[in-house]
């Protein structure tokens, strides 16, 4: 038999961990299901896994500053605000629908390399952006509505999340010299951070309940949601380091087609005809950022 090639795995390294975002919605569903809000369960969840990787970081010696990089502090605001968007989105909105604005994450990179990285947008670029917006605007218009504008709290939650996700992507384009660990640490700390402060500040406003008393139910779904996102992460900065970027991109965009289907076969989403048209529009839009005739791995 012959062997497996290093860039199959390196695809199957960025597959798993769409697969692990595509289909986390369950156990987050489940959560709250039994009584555990999305936000306390994304800190729990990040919380869990930040420790142990600090604690590991510490044992081995390998643990170190952020004194001389203060940009992972803003990685670390960008990526917990994504990961309170996005889990927050998915277990109160309809799935299919937060993961299409959500993958409006490749035209907002436009705006924000722009201001962020000083890269001036081609028309290509441009191009993409107007595509994308399109689409954006016919999943969001309704026939009740003058104006496409979200019409629920899952709507502003995916679009916010798939801005600070392109936020957090520019940043580690940006801190790509700060070391692995360090990077890590500032996302799962973030995601542990700010969805405790997103969640104590809705429960002041009412915004969010306190929740049930701790449940040995509550278990199973968070060791998954830890060991899914730990070995997501590993699995992804494997096969980012094997592959070209935008090969890495369109691989990523297997998170649609995991979160989409799993959301329908057991109930959680509706295909609307706008939202298939718009979404077309926006996943066309994604493809075109990451292929093209003179990308080649």
């Known amino acids: 038999m012959g062997q497996t090639s290093p860039k199959s795995l390196a695809v199957a390294g960025l597959l798993f961990n769409a697969l692990a975002w595509g289909v986390c919605w369950w156990p987050f569903k489940q959560l709250e299901a039994q009584g555990l809000h999305p936000l306390w369960a994304t800190a729990l969840v990040y919380g869990f896994v930040f420790v142990s990787i600090a604690l590991w970081l510490w044992r081995t010696g390998r643990l170190v500053g952020w004194g001389p990089h203060p940009g992972l502090w803003v990685l670390l605001l960008a990526s917990g605000l994504t990961n309170v968007g996005f889990n927050w989105a998915v277990t109160v909105g309809d799935v299919v629908r937060v993961v299409l604005l959500f993958y409006l994450m490749p035209a907002w990179s436009v705006l924000v390399a722009w201001w962020l990285l000083g890269e001036k947008p081609s028309r290509k670029a441009l191009l993409r952006l107007l595509l994308a917006l399109t689409g954006l605007f016919i999943v969001l218009k309704t026939p009740e509505t003058p104006w496409p504008v979200p019409e629920s709290l899952a709507d502003v939650l995916a679009l916010m999340s798939g801005f600070t996700f392109a936020v957090t992507n520019a940043l580690l384009l940006k801190l790509k010299d700060t070391p692995a660990s360090s990077r890590t640490l500032a996302m799962f700390g973030g995601g542990a951070i700010m969805a405790t402060l997103a969640a104590l500040i809705g429960l002041a406003i009412g915004v969010i309940h306190a929740g049930q008393a701790f449940s040995w139910g509550w278990l199973p779904y968070v060791g998954l949601l830890c060991l899914s ?24 965009l297997s998170e649609v087609l995991f979160a989409s289907v799993s959301s329908v076969m057991l109930g959680a989403s509706d295909w609307e005809s706008r939202t298939l048209i718009g979404g077309a529009l926006i996943l066309l839009a994604a493809l075109l950022s990451v292929v093209g005739p003179a990308q080649h791995d």
């Open 229 to 252: 996102f730990l070995l997501g992460n590993l699995a992804l900065q494997y096969g980012a380091a094997r592959l070209a970027a935008h090969t890495t991109a369109l691989v990523m």
